[in-house]
Structure formats: structure tokens, C-alpha cells
């Protein structure tokens, strides 16, 4: 790849343009975005700062920044919010390790569904979050549930790490405890909400997938066994035993893979509802209660 800087300071306005060109001849999507927010990153700005402000010069060492960066994001692939090590999810700030999958925007739908079953905000709900990651589905919803408590597990010790300063970051940790386990393994009591996106990619799939997310999530985070539903098939039976008397599930699923969950639910005994779609049209969680 070329270089990107040279010892002359340079306008962000140039800078964002010239990184979006490199960007796009990488054959990178968003090519623009992501040039603004590298741009801003290596200037230490807030992206919008640069609309109002295009003129702002780097310097000699906001350009290495910005070269170094640049060549993360193009040689290796590695996503933005990988490069800044955060991503902001639910409108709150959450840091990114390598241990834990970059939380996608469309498991919001999970937050969303899960608010809607708890309509009473207050309440002192008991919420539990199956392979955690950086925490963003519990500390999400503890974030709008001011009498709710929560347990995340993973069975990665780098994402329970990760997740516990995302917790005391956001001001959420009296109200949540993250452990290391097998799925339920461990745990007593039942919740009155489970929510979980666990691994749900087909194994052979993973490679074909772009190089941000196979080279940069971790692998034991997507990785859904021969078919995909390995995750699934391990936690159903786990979900009624640790479910209160009105308590629901809500599962994120894999593309395709409604129908097939749903059916292990059943088999362990719960009843599921109609597939919940994320805003593009796509099955993207199921409802689970216990039957
Ligand atoms: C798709 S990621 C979801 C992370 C996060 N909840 C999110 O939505 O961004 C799946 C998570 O499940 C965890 N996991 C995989 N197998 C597990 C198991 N047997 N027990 C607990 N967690 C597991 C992975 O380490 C990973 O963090």
C-alpha cells in the first residue's frame, strides 16, 4: 500500500479523502465512514467534529497514527472498532478485546425484545446473559432497568474480563456479576429473563466469511459446529430448569435457523413464538418461555 503520510501536515478534509480512495480500491464497504473515523481517531476528535472543522491539520505524529491505522484496516482486514478497540452498542460505549466478538448492531433486536417482556421497568428483575462477550446484551438492558440485577457467563476468561471493566465503565457493576462457565454450569436460582446470542456459525462456513469477521472475531465465538447448532442443541435443556414461573428466553439465531431452533426448544419443553426481525427484515430472535 502506498504511504499515507508525508512530513508536510495535511488538512483532515484531504486526509478523510485520500484514505477513502485507498479504502475503496482495497475493495473496502463504507470506504468514507471508515476514513472519517480513522481520521478523527488520529486526531483525537469526535467524528462530527470533523464535518464542522475540515481544515483541522495532523501533524507529523497524527499522521503516523493515521498511516499505521490505515494499514491495519487494509492490509489486515481489521474493522475500525477492532483498530479504536471499541464499539458503541445501545448507544453506550463498550471496549472490544481480542477475546470478544465486535457486538453487531442488529442483536439490538434482542434488547429491544426483551424490554418489550418486561414492561415493567422497575421491577427488581433477575436477568442472566449465556457467553457474554463484552457484556453489551446485560449491561444494556441493565442500563434501562434501573431495579434489575444480572450474571453474564463466558466460557472465555478474556470476555468476563472485558465484560466486568465494560460493567464498572458504565457505572453497572453493583448491579452485575460476570463469571467464567459452561453455559448454566455453576449457577443457581432462576431469571426471570435469559438472553443469549451464542456461537451460530456452520464451522466450515467461518473462513468464507470477510476477513473482518473471520480473521478478527474470535473463532470459539461464532463457531456453531457442523451445522451451526451446537450451541443450541447444549443450551436448551439448561433454559426451564434456570426460568422463573413467567420467565422468557430470547435467543438470537443464525440465518435460515429458525425453524430448527425452535424445534430443539420444544423438545426441551418450552413454547417458542413467532421469530422476532431485526430492521432488515431478517429472523433474528426467538421468544422461548417454559411450557
Ligand atoms: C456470538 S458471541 C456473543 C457475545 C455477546 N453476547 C454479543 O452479543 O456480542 C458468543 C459468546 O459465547 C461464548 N461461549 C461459547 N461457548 C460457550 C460456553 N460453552 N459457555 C459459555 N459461553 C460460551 C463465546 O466465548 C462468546 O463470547
Known sequence: MATVSDSKPESAGSAIARLTQIFANAGIDNAPLDARLITAAALGVAPDNLRLHPDAQLDGAALSTLDHMAQQRTTARM?????????????????????????????????ETALGLLADRDQPWRLLDLGAGTGCLLLAL???????TGVGVDIDAG??????????????????AFRVADWTAGLDGRF???????????????DTLAPEVARHDPRGA?????????????????????????????????????AAVASLMNKADLLVDPPVADLAGRDRCLVCRPG
Open 159 to 176: 470476555a468476563i474480563e472485558t465484560a466486568s471493566s465494560n460493567a464498572a465503565a458504565l457505572g453497572l457493576q453493583d448491579r452485575s
Open 142 to 148: 441493565l442500563s434501562e432497568l434501573p431495579g434489575a
Open 79 to 111: 474493522p475500525v472498532s477492532r483498530i479504536l478497540g471499541r464499539r458503541e452498542f445501545w448507544s453506550l460505549d463498550f471496549s472490544l478485546s481480542p477475546a470478544t466478538l465486535d457486538p453487531r448492531p442488529d442483536s439490538e433486536t434482542l434488547v
Open 192 to 206: 426471570d429473563l435469559i438472553v443469549s446470542n451464542p456461537p451460530y456459525i456452520p464451522g466450515a462456513e467461518i
Open 222 to 258: 461464532l463457531d456453531g459446529g457442523a451445522d451451526g447448532l451446537d450451541a443450541y442443541r447444549a443450551i436448551a435443556p439448561l433454559l426451564a430448569p434456570r426460568l422463573s414461573l413467567n420467565g422468557s428466553a430470547v435467543l438470537e439465531i443464525g440465518a435460515g435457523q429458525a
